[in-house]
């Protein structure tokens, strides 16, 4: 028999998430952000789950890019920190990847880079280029001022082969809905759309389920096509989203400690009656976090039962006293259906993404309601 651990990835429950996105902005579109290997999903598997939805998918860089490429996928692909290098160029062209633009280094290579091809008079540029340009609007980590962003626009835009040019910034605060940070970006970036009369886009998943003003162009949601609420309290729209991944083991060993037993490395955890211990197959060497607070939530059999002990390499333990019945060969849920992984990242002292992107190549990813071929 094999390991039991795999991740199981409901594709129909991802294009549920994306339908939800696209509903909430009947005049926007939305790209599919797969970047980080789908948030740990599999970014190939989940962009041809999408392939008929989606119009175009953001990554992080030209290396993602190609693996969706390799796979077939024909839609333009955005990489959302541009390129880090002037030799990516010619593929980005080729290839219809968008870049980003969020430095005037970017600018000045691309536009050398430009000036070589179109005297060379290469027929490549046919089709033309579309283009990001980042705005910082408060993040304070990548993009331009407004006021540079304006320039390097008007500069851009002068170029015959640059044929789209869309501004983007991104929200630091959005997933709390009373922050007023939210309202400044956006105005900062609808201020400069007005002067400029250019698409833009704005919003990622906490901006595309709740803040409404930020629900134009192309919308860029992430966590929530994996099912992840991005906000931290109850929320209508986000309690609706479906998780797509769900991660599963079997107990394989089960044994009742007497009182005053202690379990696991630095004995952290200690029985204080006689208790039931499951050991499951998972732990941090499959992306299973080893910061797990004691009582982190585990379900075995449909019921939620804790966390015992710290999390090792390939195992961890729990205590059983809520399934007193459960034996060897029994399912365990570590997060997905029935188990928000927001609550057990809660546990963990970490959100949701980071549990998502750590799950190792190691377990094995199946994907259920693919769509036909
Ligand atoms: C990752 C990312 C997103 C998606 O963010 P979520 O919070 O996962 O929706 C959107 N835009 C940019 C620029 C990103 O880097």
């Not at 996928?73 to 390129?83: K, N, S, W």
Request: proline share 6%; net charge negative; with cysteine.
């Amino acid at each position: 028999m094999a390991r039991p651990l795999v991740a199981e990835i409901n594709l129909a429950a991802l294009r549920h998430n994306y339908q939800l996105a696209l509903n909430q902005s009947p005049t926007s579109t939305a790209l599919a952000v797969v970047k980080a290997n789908a948030y740990g999903h599999g970014a190939v598997e989940v962009a041809l789950a999408l392939v008929h939805l989606a119009p175009a998918f953001a990554v992080a860089c030209i290396e993602e890019a190609e693996q969706l490429r390799a796979a077939g996928i024909t839609q333009p692909i955005v990489l959302i920190e541009g390129f880090f290098e002037a030799s990516e160029l010619p593929t980005i062209i080729t290839q219809n990847y968008q870049p980003l633009l969020h430095s005037q280094w970017q600018v000045e290579q691309l536009v050398n880079y430009l000036a070589n091809v179109c005297n060379a008079d290469q027929p490549m540029l046919g089709t033309g280029l579309e283009l990001w340009l980042k705005v910082d609007t408060g993040m304070h980590r990548l993009g331009f001022t407004s006021e540079e962003a304006a320039k390097v626009y008007q500069q851009l835009k002068a170029l015959p082969v640059i044929n789209k040019i869309t501004l983007t910034s991104h929200l630091a605060c959005a997933d709390d809905l009373t922050n007023s940070v939210t309202k400044d970006q956006l105005q900062q970036l609808q201020a400069l759309q007005q002067q400029l009369d250019c698409p833009i886009s704005i919003a990622n998943s906490p901006a595309t389920l709740g803040w409404p003003a930020a629900q134009q162009g192309y919308l860029r949601p992430g966590i929530m096509l994996y099912g992840a609420s991005p906000f931290s309290a109850s929320h209508a729209l986000a309690d609706q989203l479906q998780p797509v991944m769900t991660l599963k083991s079997k107990l394989i060993s089960v044994k009742t400690l007497a009182a005053n037993e202690s379990v696991g490395y630095g004995a952290r955890f200690t029985t204080t009656e006689p208790t039931p211990i499951g050991v499951v197959a998972c732990g941090y060497g499959d992306g299973y976090p080893r910061q797990a607070l004691e009582g982190t939530p585990i379900k075995v059999n449909g019921i939620i039962c804790k966390l015992a002990g710290r999390v090792s390499m390939d195992m961890l333990t729990v205590d059983l006293t809520n399934c007193p019945e459960a034996q060897v060969g029994d399912e365990v849920i570590l997060w997905g259906e029935g188990l928000a992984v927001n609550e057990v990242a809660s546990h963990c002292e970490t959100i949701s993404y980071t549990l998502l992107t750590c799950l190792l190549p190691r377990v094995k990813r199946i994907y259920l309601n693919k769509p036909r071929a």
